[in-house]
Nanobody, 122 residues
Framework: VQLQASGGGLVQAGGSLRVSCAAS???????VGWFRQAPGKEREFVGH????????FYADSVKGRFTISRDNAKNTVYLQMNSLKPEDTAVYYC?????????????????WGQGTQVTVSS
C-alpha cells in the first residue's frame, strides 16, 4: 500500500482547508488515520476512519472542527479542517492499517505517506 497526502497550504486563522490522502495498491479493508507533527513535538493523533467509513473518531483538540471522510471508489480519504487555529500548524500525515479500527497510537499503523504542510497564520 502506498499513501500520499496532499492539499496542504497556508490559511488564516478561522479559515478552512481540505487535505487528501490518495491510496494505491491493496486498499480493500484499509482503515486510515490522520496524524500531525509540529516542529519539536511528537507526532499527534488527529482522527481515524474505518474502511467502510461508518465510524470515525477524533482527538479532543480537533473534535467539532475537523471531519474525516472517504471515497473508496476514488481510493481517497479526506480531512476537512474548519475553524483553523495557529496551533493546528503542522505536517499532516495519513497512515493505514488493516487491523486497527480505533487506535490513536502511531505504532498501530503499518503504512505511512509523506506528509503535507499546513500553516495557519494568526
Amino acid at each position: 500500500v502506498q499513501l500520499q497526502a496532499s492539499g496542504g497550504g497556508l490559511v488564516q486563522a478561522g479559515g478552512s482547508l481540505r487535505v487528501s490522502c490518495a491510496a494505491s495498491g491493496q486498499t480493500f479493508s484499509l482503515h486510515v488515520g490522520w496524524f500531525r507533527q509540529a516542529p519539536g513535538k511528537e507526532r499527534e493523533f488527529v482522527g481515524h476512519i474505518t474502511w467502510s467509513g461508518a465510524t470515525t473518531f477524533y482527538a479532543d483538540s480537533v473534535k467539532g472542527r475537523f471531519t474525516i471522510s472517504r471515497d473508496n471508489a476514488k481510493n481517497t480519504v479526506y480531512l476537512q479542517m474548519n475553524s483553523l487555529k495557529p496551533e493546528d500548524t503542522a505536517v499532516y500525515y495519513c497512515a493505514g492499517s488493516y487491523y486497527t479500527t480505533h487506535s490513536p497510537r502511531p505504532i498501530e499503523y503499518a503504512y505511512w505517506g509523506q506528509g503535507t504542510q499546513v500553516t495557519v497564520s494568526s
